[in-house]
C-alpha cells in the first residue's frame, strides 16, 4: 500500500533573512535571558566590564555600550568608582524600567486614537472598580486636591490636560495592581497628546468635563464600583464623540 503525506491547510514557512546582531545588543539580549530566567534578580551586580567582555567573547566597547542602554531603560544602576563597591546593579523596582520602555514603544507605534481611547476604556473601567471598592482616604483626599485645582479660574488648557491625566493616572494606581498603574504611566504622553486634542475640540468651556471627573468622585467616595465604571465610561464618550468603539 502506497502511504502519502496527509493533507494540510498549513501556511507554508516564510523564511526571510535573519538581520546582523550587533555585539552590544546580544549583550542586552543575554543579560535579559538571565533576568527572565531568574538567574539575575533586583540588587544582584553584574560582573565587571572586563570579566563580562571575556565571559560573552565580546569587546569591553560592546559591554560598555549595553550598560548605557540598560541603565537608559532603568534596568541598571551604574555605581561609578573603583573598587568593590564599583559596577552595575539591577534596579531594586522594575517600574520606572517597564515604563520607559512602553512609554517607547507606544510613541513609536503611533497609535490611532481609536485604539488609544478603546484602551483606556477598558483599563479605566476596572481600574476604577478596583478603585471604588477600597480606596483610602487617603487616596480619596489625593483625587479631591486634583478636582479641585482643576476647578481653578482661567486655568489654562494646558493645565486643566496635566490634571485631568493626573487624575486618571491616580485612579489606576488607587487599583492596587502595579502592572496596571505601569502600564498607564506609560500611556500618560500618549493620552495627554490625544486629550488636549479633544478638549481643543471641546471649545474653551470645559465645565462639563469637571462635572465628569466630580461624578467619577462621587461613586468612588460611595466605594460604588458599577457606579465609578459608568462614569469613566460617560466621560470618555463625551471626551471622544468621535470615536464610535466607545460610544456604544
Known amino acids: 500500500m502506497e502511504l502519502r503525506e496527509p493533507a494540510s491547510d498549513k501556511a507554508t514557512p516564510d523564511w526571510r533573512p535573519v538581520k546582523r546582531v550587533r555585539?552590544?545588543?546580544?549583550?542586552?539580549?543575554?543579560?535579559?535571558?538571565?533576568?527572565?530566567?531568574?538567574?539575575?534578580?533586583?540588587?544582584?551586580?553584574?560582573?565587571?566590564?572586563?570579566?563580562?567582555?571575556?565571559?560573552?567573547?565580546?569587546?569591553?566597547?560592546?559591554?560598555?555600550?549595553?550598560?548605557?542602554v540598560l541603565e537608559a531603560m532603568g534596568v541598571l544602576v551604574a555605581n561609578t568608582g573603583s573598587g568593590p563597591e564599583a559596577g552595575a546593579i539591577l534596579a531594586g523596582s522594575a517600574g520606572p524600567a517597564l515604563t520607559g520602555v512602553l512609554g517607547l514603544h507606544l510613541g513609536l507605534a503611533n497609535f490611532a486614537v481609536d485604539d488609544v481611547v478603546e484602551t483606556r476604556l477598558l483599563i479605566e473601567s476596572w481600574a476604577v472598580e478596583a478603585a471604588a471598592r477600597h480606596a483610602s482616604a487617603a487616596d480619596l483626599a489625593r483625587l479631591r486636591d486634583i478636582v479641585d485645582a482643576m476647578e481653578a479660574p482661567e486655568l489654562s488648557a494646558q493645565r486643566f490636560n496635566e490634571h485631568d491625566t493626573e487624575f486618571h493616572t491616580v485612579i489606576a494606581e488607587m487599583s492596587g495592581n502595579a502592572l496596571v498603574a505601569t502600564f498607564m504611566r506609560a500611556l500618560r504622553d500618549t493620552v495627554r497628546r490625544h486629550q488636549q486634542r479633544a478638549v481643543a475640540e471641546l471649545g474653551p468651556d470645559t465645565a462639563a468635563l469637571r462635572a465628569d471627573h466630580r461624578a467619577i468622585l462621587a461613586a468612588i467616595e460611595a466605594h460604588d464600583s458599577r457606579a465609578a465604571a459608568d462614569a469613566v465610561a460617560t466621560h470618555l464618550r463625551r471626551a471622544y464623540p468621535n470615536v464610535a468603539r466607545v460610544q456604544n
Open 23 to 68: 555585539a552590544f545588543e546580544e549583550v542586552v539580549a543575554q543579560i535579559e535571558e538571565q533576568i527572565a530566567t531568574g538567574r539575575l534578580r533586583a540588587g544582584d551586580k553584574l560582573p565587571g566590564e572586563r570579566a563580562l567582555a571575556a565571559a560573552l567573547g565580546v569587546s569591553r566597547p560592546s559591554v560598555r555600550e549595553a550598560m548605557r
